[in-house]
């Protein structure tokens, strides 16, 4: 059993993942069984059980798939160029993804948070600190070429920026777009030569 096995590594592996996300989403983390997940995923609870361990290794996966699509998603976005405002609301938006979206509209969307915080709290970190790592190469190179203008060192520029989108992320789903929108304009505009 592969704790941290992501959703691409193989189709039953993406269905679990799939099935799972969808309950959490539905019936809340604490609600939902690996008997839903094993349903969910069309098969049965011991075929689930030689993929995953249990209802938090499923969780802990989820989000080590969530950041890996988000570290990928943003450095693509940012790679695009456009002014930094551009650069930085495509940037954003890609973080967010899809997953983002029906959990902050889910009832079960602030357990969720708590519960994968708690859970998975090391895979976070790890995954936050890439995201930083990826915005403040792009800060960097920005810099160097005369795109962009900092007012402090990249990585610390970075860090805010993560910290800024997480201490925004809130339901419902479009305020948390909105913010993400005027975060991007703020700090784009900022940013400009």
């Not at 704790?3 to 679990?16: C, F, G, L, S, Y």
């Not at 969307?109 to 976070?124: F, M, N, Q, R």
């Amino acid at each position: 059993m592969n704790e941290a096995r992501t959703d691409t590594d193989d189709p039953k592996a993406a269905a679990i993942l799939d099935a799972a996300f969808r309950s959490f989403a539905a019936y809340g983390f604490r609600r939902t069984s690996m008997e839903d997940i094993a349903r969910g995923a069309g098969m049965s609870r011991p075929a689930l059980y030689l993929h995953f361990a249990n209802k938090e290794a499923i969780l802990r996966a989820l989000v080590s798939a969530h950041h890996d699509r988000a570290v990928a998603g943003v450095s693509a976005a940012l790679a695009q160029g456009g002014t930094p405002e551009e650069a930085l609301t495509r940037a954003f938006l890609t973080q967010t993804g899809e997953r983002v979206e029906t959990m902050l509209n889910s009832p079960h969307g602030p357990e969720l948070l708590e519960t994968s915080g708690v859970v998975s709290a090391d895979i976070s970190r790890e995954g936050v600190a890439r995201m930083v790592a990826v915005y403040a190469d792009w800060l960097e190179a920005g810099e160097t070429d005369g795109s962009l203008r900092l007012a402090a060192p990249a990585r610390l520029v970075a860090e805010t920026i993560v910290g800024a989108l997480q201490g925004i992320k809130a339901p419902p789903y479009d305020g948390y777009v909105a913010r993400i929108r005027a975060l991007a304009q703020v700090i784009g505009r900022g940013l400009a030569p």
